[in-house]
């Protein structure tokens, strides 16, 4: 069975920083790529990054140069380093492992979100 | 980017109606489009890929159509546990992006 589970959300100030973590199982970690989706409350939904299984990783432009992905596969763990924090930052991020190929990707497995709150 | 729209934005409907949901895309996707359902609270979840393939476990009511820019999801017979908000994704480019979603309420 997959599992995915997500968890490093807090309440932050704007300029701050903060690293969300995302472990899984049930699937061969170091095979696949992962993302992180976002959603702001009481809004749809927001692809943030994907990362493949090679390494090779992929932004949205609202959080180009501020959020980093990243892997580690000897810990079967995804994170999320978030930098430079904006209030429009706030939101439920989901870590969820993609199905598909050559980057057409769907989203199969999700975490159940951990919450970021960017606020003073 | 890609841009997905969905209508309608509410969909009242009953138990047992036949429901029907669009998703237009702002240019040609092919057959790249997968449906999720949302429950507050909770993770979406998909129902359907590829623009009509069903996910495993998901019920047969849910269907799926379309292709190019114009998608549809159906539900032939609706259940109680289907009022939901319901999602249309875009998967031809990387730059992945969501329709703003359907909210389908009790009538």
């Known amino acids: 069975e997959v599992q995915v589970l997500d968890s490093g959300g807090d309440l932050v100030q704007p300029g701050g920083s903060l690293r969300l973590s995302c472990t899984v199982s049930?699937?061969?970690?170091?095979?696949?790529?992962m993302t992180w989706v976002r959603q702001a409350p009481g809004k749809g939904l927001e692809w943030v990054s994907t990362?493949?299984?090679?390494?090779?990783?992929f932004y949205a432009d609202s959080v180009k140069g501020r959020f980093t992905i990243s892997r580690d596969n000897s810990k079967i763990t995804l994170y999320l380093q978030m930098s430079s924090l904006r209030p429009e930052d706030t939101a439920v991020y989901y870590c969820?492992?993609?199905?598909?190929?050559?980057?057409?990707?769907?989203?199969?497995?999700w975490g159940q979100g951990t919450l970021v709150t960017v606020s003073s | 980017d890609i841009q997905m729209t969905q209508s309608p934005s509410t969909l009242s409907a009953s138990v047992g109606d036949r429901v029907t949901i669009t998703c237009r895309a702002s240019?040609?996707?092919?057959?790249?489009l997968a449906w999720y359902q949302q429950k507050p609270g909770k993770s979406p979840n998909v129902l359907i890929y590829k623009a009509s393939t069903l996910e495993s476990g998901v019920p047969s009511r849910f269907s799926g159509s379309g292709s190019g820019t114009e998608f549809t999801l159906t539900i032939s017979s609706l259940q109680p546990d289907d009022f939901a908000t319901y999602y249309c994704?875009?998967?031809?480019?990387?730059?992945?992006?969501f329709g703003q979603g359907t909210k389908l309420e009790m009538k």
């Open positions: 994704q875009q998967y031809n480019t990387y730059v992945y992006t």
């Open positions: 240019q040609s996707i092919g057959s790249w």
């Open positions: 990362i493949t299984a090679r390494g090779a990783t």
């Open positions: 969820a492992k993609p199905s598909g190929q050559n980057l057409q990707y769907y989203f199969e497995f």
């Open positions: 049930g699937f061969i970690f170091s095979n696949t790529a």
